[in-house]
Each structure stands twice: as structure tokens, then as C-alpha cells.
């Protein structure tokens, strides 16, 4: 039955073939989009050094994992200097009043930060070549890494971002005299309001054709596809009528179809002055048949103001099996 289903599915649907995904499934890894928007995929065949972009990794590190990098980097570089200095001999510098080996070490550390920074307090000076030059270098380093911190660190204050939280699941539910897929998100910032909003969604579908399986790409219908603005959360839905390419489908013939939703979100931000996107992706896992999402806002006390429940974005509730 669900193979029939598949079959049928081309003669009612005309296929979308600009996803810009491959249809072999011989090779398949999982989902086609990351939760967090990101394409799964994986290059190989070509150096590393072509790869890796160090600006593009440093703009799309978390918050935190950027600046314990740069931390490290600093301590890491000053540890490396000091002990150039260290080799060259305390003898090339003056001013170093420890005795023992262990605070020698740390004046010269500190010395280091100083130099690195261009703070240069003055108590201790190079004076022999090799830790003048070693100084000079050091200064022309802490130069170009400040400028190249500055730069990241307003690349990534001046980075257009979507703000925006998806909800886990997505739901298979009721909807007037039918069913429908739901989804819902919503903007997460205080003050932060997308406006011009579109949303397209694409199902991936594995469908048996000339005797293999092929990974097929269909649009899928939207009650809605634009807003003016979004101030509150957006649930998104599609009704499964006799155009949807999941009509009559059980949770059995998702999985069989190895069913995943492709999510792409664009907006305006007036903030930034410039469109923003966002990714993300539902796969069959991650559909609750039989279930609504529970309102997330309600009025104030004074009934003044909307008050939107960011903790419920995820909050659904079961509905009663209906009985024949």
C-alpha cells in the first residue's frame, strides 16, 4: 500500500527539480538540512588549506567558543614569546628583579602581554640584538592580531541574523474538515521584528522509479506564504488535501518514504537594514501524528498589552483518538 502511494504520488504532483539536492539514496547519510539550518554535508578530495575559510569559522562560532579562542590565542602566543625570551637569555634584558627560575618566568611573561599589547610599563627593556628583534617582532604581531580581532569582532556585532526559534516537532493535526502539517516559530529578540516574511517549504520524498529508489523534491501548498511583519509566533500550515504530496500518508509511510521537510525563511530587518535568512528541517522522527501546539500568548492583567510565552513554543497537547 504505502509503495502504491509513492508510485502515485508523480501522477498527481509535478516534482520540484531546483532544490539543488541529489536524488540517490544508495548513499544516503541522514537528513538533508541540520536543525540549526545547516546543509549535512561534507567535503572530501580537496586540501584543507582550500577549504577552511579562518573568517567565515570565527563569524559562525557560538559566542562563548569565540571568545575562549581568542583568549587562548593570547595566552598561547605570550607563552610562545616567553619563552623565545627565555632562550635568548635573561641577560638580554634588564630590569627583572626574581630569583628564582619560576618568577623570572612570569616577569618575562608579563613582559610579553606588555609588549604584545604595546603597553611597554618601561621596568623591563631589551637590550642585547636577539630579544630587540624578538620585541619588535612581537609588537608587529600584536598589531595585526588586534586589527584582525577588531575586525571580527565587528563582523560579527554588524552580522544580519534572523532571531528566530523553531519548534521541535512538527505536527500532523486536525484543521477544519481535514488534516494538516503544522509548524510554528517565532522571532526571539526583544524589539527585533522581521517584516516582509516569506516562508517556502519543500518535502523530500523516496519514491521507487525504474526499479530503484530516487529521492523526489515537491513544494508543498500554504494556507499562508507572506506577512507584513512578525511581531508574535507563525504557525505555518499546510493542508493535506488531494494536492499534497503526503495525502493518506501514516506515520508508517513517512518513514517508508524517508519523509523530510525542507524550511526557508526570508525576511527584512530593519535593524540591520538588509534580508535575513534561516534554515531548518523536519524529518519524520520529528512529526507527531493526532496532536495541536497550545496557544502561546494571552493578554496582561490589565488587558493592555500581548504577552507572548516563549516557553510554550514547543508545548503541544494530544488530541483524543476519534472513535469509529
Not at 608587529?140 to 532571531?163: E, H, N, Q, V
Request: glycine share 6%; hydrophobic share 40%; with cysteine.
Amino acid at each position: 500500500m504505502a509503495t502504491d502511494k509513492l508510485k502515485n504520488i508523480d501522477s498527481r504532483l509535478k516534482a520540484n527539480n531546483d532544490t539543488g539536492f541529489g536524488v540517490i539514496t544508495g548513499n544516503n547519510a541522514g537528513r538533508f538540512i541540520n536543525k540549526d539550518g545547516s546543509f549535512n554535508l561534507k567535503r572530501e578530495g580537496i586540501s584543507l588549506f582550500n577549504r577552511f575559510s579562518i573568517y567565515q569559522q570565527m563569524l559562525n562560532l557560538s559566542r562563548w567558543k569565540f571568545i575562549g579562542i581568542v583568549f587562548l590565542f593570547y595566552f598561547a602566543i605570550n607563552v610562545l614569546f616567553t619563552v623565545a625570551y627565555m632562550i635568548t637569555g635573561i641577560s638580554e634584558l634588564q630590569g627583572i628583579t626574581a630569583t628564582t627560575n619560576w618568577g623570572k618566568y612570569k616577569e618575562l611573561f608579563f613582559f610579553s602581554c606588555q609588549t604584545f599589547t604595546t603597553v611597554g610599563y618601561g621596568r623591563i627593556n631589551p637590550l642585547g640584538d636577539w630579544a630587540n628583534m624578538i620585541a619588535a617582532v612581537e609588537a608587529l604581531i600584536g598589531f595585526l592580531s588586534f586589527a584582525l580581532a577588531t575586525g571580527l569582532i565587528f563582523g560579527r556585532f554588524s552580522k544580519p541574523r534572523s532571531y528566530l526559534m523553531f519548534s521541535d516537532l512538527a505536527l500532523i493535526s486536525p484543521y477544519k474538515d481535514i488534516t494538516a502539517l503544522t509548524f510554528r516559530f517565532v522571532t526571539y529578540k526583544d524589539n527585533h521584528v522581521l517584516t516582509n516574511v516569506e516562508i517556502k517549504v519543500n518535502i523530500a520524498l523516496k519514491v521507487p522509479e525504474d526499479g530503484k529508489d530516487v529521492y523526489k523534491f515537491y513544494d508543498l501548498e500554504l494556507e499562508r506564504y507572506k506577512v507584513d511583519s512578525l511581531p508574535m509566533n507563525w504557525t505555518v500550515v499546510h493542508p493535506i488535501n488531494e494536492n499534497s504530496p503526503i495525502a493518506g500518508f501514516t506515520y508508517e509511510d513517512m518513514a517508508n518514504a524517508d519523509v523530510e521537510i525542507y524550511v526557508l525563511i526570508i525576511g527584512f530587518d530593519a535593524v540591520y537594514s538588509s534580508p535575513v535568512q534561516q534554515r531548518t528541517s523536519y524529518t519524520y522522527q520529528e512529526m507527531k501524528f493526532n496532536a495541536k501546539f497550545v496557544p502561546m500568548y494571552h493578554d496582561s492583567a490589565d488587558g493592555q498589552t500581548t504577552i507572548l510565552e516563549m516557553h510554550k513554543l514547543n508545548q503541544i497537547k494530544i488530541l483524543e483518538e476519534k472513535k469509529a
